[in-house]
């Protein structure tokens, strides 16, 4: 099935199976977002040449985000938080980086995500019931790792104190076409802080959008952005696959939050945009992710025009 068509049908069954919400993402339905400024560090400027990533400032817009598709589910349901950047580059491009607090995705194929969401019908109730799981975990071993960590994943305590992984791996390429595969993270200057489950049950909605703001309006709210660089033997097109913990890590740059924005929700942060100097991998799940944003945006844009 060509990837366009598959891309409709996974939307399709996300609506069946989490509701149709017009308007909305179809998945990480509920954000807030921020104005922010990248400042590159400098350490860049032998892996690649894009010049955001070099030296300089750059201008940003930022989305956090509860993962759910239903954006009426309380956020407790949603240990797992997202963050999406779109850099603005002086001369016109963009590059989009959406990470979430999970360090690897539980299909490795596109068409084994759309054949999971007839099964994953109970994570409607925010965690898996076990039946659901024993069947996935019989069907699909290789989802085993990533299942194993959502189960027990705690929320962060605050969208500040997230880290979040890009999970593909990507390629820089510097002056000389010497292709570097990478992974990216967003660590937080705040320090890594999960929520212990009693407290993550007294999460009201709105909660993490208001003490984010908070935060913010304090000042110094920031994220270190990280590339760790992979090794020959490193799977550059398996997300249900993570890298060893000891690989070296680069600081590319570090990003300053400064004010709440409205524009994050019309935005489309596409991982597949990228600038000279940053390349996609083959991930097959990367690569479809471009075809799967494109109908949720469309299908949002188009109700939005509707409403007005
Ligand atoms: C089969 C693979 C995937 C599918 C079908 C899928 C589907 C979607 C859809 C439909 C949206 C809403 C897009 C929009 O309306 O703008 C979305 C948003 C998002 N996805 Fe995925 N996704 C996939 C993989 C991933 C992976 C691997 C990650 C982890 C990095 C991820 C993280 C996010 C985040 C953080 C957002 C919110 C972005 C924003 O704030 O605009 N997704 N996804």
């Not at 995500?113 to 699909?140: N, V």
């Amino acid at each position: 099935m060509a990837q366009e068509k598959l891309a409709e049908t996974a939307v399709n069954k996300i609506e069946k199976t989490f509701g149709e919400h017009p308007t909305y993402r179809r998945a990480h339905s509920r954000g807030t977002g921020y104005d922010a400024v990248f400042t590159a560090t400098g350490e860049g400027k032998a892996w690649t040449v894009a010049p955001h990533f070099r030296e300089g400032t750059t201008e940003a817009i930022v989305r956090f985000s509860h993962s759910s598709p239903d954006p009426f589910w309380t956020d407790n349901l949603s240990p797992v938080k997202g963050m999406a950047v779109q850099f603005k580059l002086p001369d016109g491009q963009v590059m989009n980086s959406v990470g979430v607090t999970s360090p690897i995705f539980f299909t490795r194929t596109p068409e084994v995500f759309t054949e999971m969401l007839d099964i994953a019908k109970s994570f409607k109730k925010g965690r898996p019931r076990l039946w659901d799981l024993i069947t996935l975990f019989i069907k699909y071993p290789e989802s085993r790792a990533s299942i194993r960590i959502i189960r027990k994943m705690q929320s962060p305590a605050s969208f500040a104190t997230g880290l979040y992984h890009a999970i593909h791996a990507f390629y820089l390429v510097n002056g000389v076409g010497k292709r570097q595969p990478v992974k990216f993270q967003w660590q937080p200057e705040a320090g890594v802080e999960s929520l212990t489950p009693a407290q993550a049950a007294s999460v009201e909605k709105g909660d993490f959008e208001k003490e984010l703001e908070e935060r913010v309006l304090k000042g110094k709210l920031g994220f270190r952005l990280v590339a760790v660089i992979g090794e020959a033997g490193d799977p550059v097109g398996d997300p249900t696959k993570d890298w060893p913990d000891d690989r070296e890590k680069v600081e590319i740059g570090r990003l300053q939050l400064r004010k709440k924005t409205d524009e994050a929700e019309d935005l489309l942060f596409d991982p597949t945009v990228l600038p000279e100097g940053i390349e996609c991998t083959d991930d097959p799940i990367l690569q479809f992710r471009n075809p799967a944003y494109a109908v949720s945006y469309q299908r949002r844009n188009m109700e939005k025009q509707q409403k007005r």
